[in-house]
Structure formats: structure tokens, C-alpha cells
């Protein structure tokens, strides 16, 4: 439910990172974080267990420039991946304009990201959203684990797994050092604003 | 999904918030959305507060509030409001689709605040466009 404001020329859109617990959301929004936190006037927000598992949200608001004349805020948040935290997940769709399902690439967690994108696909369907429409990218997360003789899933299986439907682009990515975490964002972004525009239209 | 909002819509929100509440002592208010947008906010001027990420917190404890409403059978609680030492923060949803947050210190009772908030809340519910989700 993105919002524009005709006052201050401003557009917010909502992205949120969804996927498997411990799959690396979190460590998207640190990663980002950390790179724009110099020009930042406000901190992130994560609500977290002792663990440092994800209990209801992080959040980041990201002002990202403008577009014809438009600035564009853009509001960043994952949901907790365990299982059990279904409604909270759930409440941290509500109005949500854009997707980044981070993958986990370990071969211990297939099933896991399966069973993590087929329940994205019912809490959007909870708000009439349909995950073959709403903009989404990929994240296959964890991939500098290999060298370091964790099984990891290649590409193409986790490109079966979990794209072969819905076709949306897709990225090998290391969040942990950064790799491709811009990149993915930027993607996201990209597809938010022209699917807005189309709204909008 | 989108909504748009005029300027001149924006001004009249901004007109009744800041006659109904900031002139009576009300710290801040913000008006949200329940994605955690915000639509409109206005201060008396010294209260630099994160507003963004107070969005966002208060569209999600607003929205948790309401399933621990449906999980012990109520449709929602009528009264949200939480106490502090020198701020209290009151919500108050507008439509379906919309939250009234407001900041006061001490000088203004619980009792002023939620009727002054009603009164916003009639005028500024004509003001705002009613969406699906
Ligand atoms: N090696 C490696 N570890 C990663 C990577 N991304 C995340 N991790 C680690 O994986 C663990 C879980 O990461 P989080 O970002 O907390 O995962 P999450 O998806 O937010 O998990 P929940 O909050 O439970 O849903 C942490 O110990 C991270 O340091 C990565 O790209 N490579
Ligand atoms: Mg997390």
C-alpha cells in the first residue's frame, strides 16, 4: 500500500525481506545499514529474542532520491522466519509493495525455503495479494559458504526449487560480506517503482 | 496498491490535527497507515522523535493488539494507550485503514485527550480515501 504524498512530492513503499529463519534477513538490513548509517539520522529498529532471532520485525527506512521529481522513501523490513512466529510474519505484510525472499543456499535447508516461499504465497493471499504478481526477487543467500566445505545447492536446484513458476530475477548473494545485497535491494526498488507507476496509471 | 493524497487534502488533515490536539498541548501526532506509512504529522514544535520508526512500531503493535482482541473474542480493544513517566502515546484507528497517534505529557488527562482525539477523528475520517486492504 504504497502512499503518495502530493504535498511534500513524496512517495513510501513498503519492502519486505521474507524467508526461512536464520536464512540471513537480518543481516541484509545490518549490511545496508551499516553502509548508509554516517548519513542516517535514525537507528534501526529490530525487535529480537536474546538469540538474536527476529521476533516481530526489523525496519529501516531508506531514502533513497528521487524520480521525476518525486522523493522516494522506502520502508525496509523483514519478518522473523521461524515457523512459529506465523502471525507476527503475517502482520509485517499488511500493505507490503515489494518482495526479497532470501533463500538459504545450505543443502540442509531446501525443504525449508520451499516450505517458507509456499507460505508467502498464503499470507499474501490472506490480504488478496497474488506472489505471481506482487514484484519479487530472489536472494540465494550464503553462497561464500562452499569454500568453506558447507554443502550448498547449486544455483540451477534452488532456481528449480523455488523459481521455476514464478521466473522472478534472482541472485547468488553473500550478505554476511555483502555480496549482491545492493544489487538485490536495487532490483526490489526498481521493480516497486514500476509496478507503482502502473498502478498509478 | 496505491493512494494518492492532494495537497490540498494533506493541509486540511494537517488544519484539524493541529487546531483539535496541538493547540491544546498535545505534544505530536502522526497519522498513519496500518502498512506504517506516514500520511500526515505535526508537532508543537520541540519534539524531534524518530517518527518513521515510530510508524512502523505503532502499525505493528496495533496490529498485534488486534489479533490478541480476536484470539480472547473481542473484535478489537477500545482504549490503547500506554503510560509513561512524562510521555504517554494514545492510538486511535480511523476507518479501517488508518491510525491517529498522539504523544501528551502530563498537563492534559486521558479523559480530554480521547474526546479532543473523537473530534479529529469525525472530521479528518471525511478528509481520507477508504481502501481495500
Ligand atoms: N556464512 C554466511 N553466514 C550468513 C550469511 N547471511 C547470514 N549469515 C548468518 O546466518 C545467521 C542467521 O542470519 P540472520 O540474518 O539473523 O537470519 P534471519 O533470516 O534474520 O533469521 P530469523 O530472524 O530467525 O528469521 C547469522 O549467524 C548470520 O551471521 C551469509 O551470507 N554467509
Ligand atoms: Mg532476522
Redesign the pocket.
Request: net charge positive.
Given at each position: 500500500m504504497a502512499f503518495v504524498n502530493l504535498k511534500k512530492k513524496e512517495v513510501q513503499a513498503k519492502i519486505v525481506?521474507y524467508?526461512?529463519?536464520?536464512?540471513?534477513?537480518?543481516?541484509?538490513?545490518?549490511f545496508i545499514y551499516n553502509r548508509i548509517r554516517s548519513q542516517m539520522q535514525n537507528e534501526m529498529v529490530t525487535i529480537?529474542t536474546h538469540g538474536?532471532?527476529?521476533l516481530f520485525f526489523?525496519f529501516l527506512p531508506l531514502n533513497i532520491g528521487t524520480i521525476k521529481g518525486y522523493s522516494i522513501r522506502t520502508q525496509l523490513y523483514?519478518?522473523?522466519?521461524?515457523v512459529k512466529y506465523n502471525a507476527t510474519r503475517r502482520l509485517v505484510l499488511r500493505g507490503v509493495d515489494g518482495i526479497v525472499f532470501?533463500a538459504?543456499s545450505m543443502a540442509v535447508r531446501k525443504e525449508k525455503n520451499i516450505s517458507s516461499l509456499k507460505n508467502l504465497e498464503e499470507n499474501l493471499a490472506a490480504y488478496q495479494k497474488d506472489l505471481y504478481k506482487i514484484p519479487i526477487v530472489l536472494q540465494y543467500?550464503?553462497?561464500?559458504?562452499g569454500k568453506?566445505g558447507?554443502p550448498l545447492l547449486s544455483i540451477e536446484e534452488m532456481e528449480r526449487d523455488l523459481n521455476s513458476k514464478l521466473k522472478a530475477p534472482s541472485f547468488g548473494?553473500?550478505?554476511?560480506?555483502g555480496?549482491n545485497v545492493v544489487a538485490t535491494l536495487k532490483k526490489a526498488i526498481q521493480m516497486t517503482m514500476i509496478s507503482l507507476q502502473r498502478t498509478l496509471m | 496498491m496505491t493512494y494518492i493524497l492532494e495537497q490540498k487534502q494533506i493541509e486540511e488533515i494537517e488544519q484539524v490535527l493541529s487546531k483539535s490536539l496541538i493547540d491544546l498541548g498535545v505534544h505530536s501526532v502522526i497519522l498513519i497507515d496500518m502498512a506504517g506509512n506516514i500520511v500526515v504529522d505535526q508537532d508543537s514544535g520541540n519534539s524531534d522523535h524518530d517518527i518513521y520508526s515510530l510508524a512502523a512500531l505503532a502499525a505493528g503493535n496495533y496490529g498485534a493488539m488486534n489479533a490478541m482482541a480476536n484470539i480472547v473474542g473481542e473484535d478489537e480493544f477500545s482504549l490503547l494507550f500506554h503510560k509513561g513517566e512524562t510521555a504517554n502515546i494514545h492510538f486511535s484507528k480511523i476507518l479501517s485503514d488508518y491510525l491517529l497517534v498522539s504523544i501528551f505529557g502530563k498537563e492534559i488527562s486521558l479523559g480530554f485527550l480521547r474526546l479532543k482525539v473523537a473530534e479529529a477523528v469525525a472530521k479528518i475520517e471525511k478528509l481520507l480515501p477508504t481502501q481495500s486492504a
Open positions: 525481506y524467508g526461512p529463519g536464520r536464512g540471513g534477513k537480518t543481516t541484509n538490513l545490518e529480537k538474536d532471532r527476529t526489523d523483514t519478518v522473523p522466519g521461524q532470501v538459504d543467500n550464503k553462497r561464500d559458504l568453506k558447507v548473494t553473500s550478505a554476511m560480506i555480496h | -
